[in-house]
């Protein structure tokens, strides 16, 4: 199945819709699989116990979502269109200007 058909074949259209933006900008953006592999390794050999260890540039969005309460988390998902939702991220999540 294509991508570009998921969001026809769902009750929840616009979720899938954000998440194909961010999964194709992540693509253009994110950082190096090498990157990502060593943080792999590390939280594999790590003593640490914690839910989530960070690769690049995650901390805006684990701070973001830090100053958050869950409410306003679920409250993201209103928005109806790709537009209106990025505009509400990109004033929650401070994203650093390239």
Known sequence: MA???L?????????VQRTQVLFSQAKHTGDSPQ?????IESAINSTELKLRFSVGGAEIFID??????DEEWIAM???????????EFAARFSMPAN
């Open 64 to 69: 973001g979502r830090a100053r958050m309460s």
């Open 7 to 15: 969001s026809a074949d769902t009750v929840y259209p616009n979720a």
């Open 77 to 87: 998902g209103r928005h109806e269109t790709v537009e209106d939702y990025f505009k």
């Open 35 to 39: 990157l990502v592999a060593e943080a």
């Open 3 to 5: 991508l570009e058909s």
